[in-house]
């Protein structure tokens, strides 16, 4: 038997029955002077959706990602990698087409 538990939303907080065109924004703080940052969403879908990610403060966008399509509840990482200034940023995903559930983001260093 496959083990589906790193599938599975472990969020408190997720957000399922999108439309098109909703969003959700994040802010969060980059404390050095430059540096570079993966931007990991979970999403989850029946149907292949489309939404984006973009830093609202920086100009800059993922357009285009395609959540999976197995299922409501079979959630799989989309993740970006970014260079960041120091300062605080706002993160929008937006849900292009709807029709996805959204389990977490998650920015974490790497370098």
Not at 23 to 30: G, I, L
Not at 70 to 86: A, C, H
């Amino acid at each position: 038997v496959p083990d589906i538990s790193k599938d599975l939303c472990q969020s408190e907080c997720a957000i399922g029955w999108t439309v098109a065109d909703e969003y959700v924004e994040y802010d969060f703080e980059s404390d050095n002077k430059s540096k570079r940052v993966r931007v990991t969403a979970r999403v989850a879908s029946a149907q292949p959706k489309k939404f984006r990610m973009e830093l609202v403060d920086e100009d800059m966008a993922w357009d285009d990602i395609t959540a999976p399509s197995m299922g409501w509840d079979l959630f799989e990482e989309r993740s970006w990698d970014i260079e960041l200034s120091k300062g605080m940023h706002t993160l929008r995903v937006e849900f292009s087409q709807g029709g996805v559930n959204f389990c977490s983001i998650s920015v974490e260093n790497i370098d």
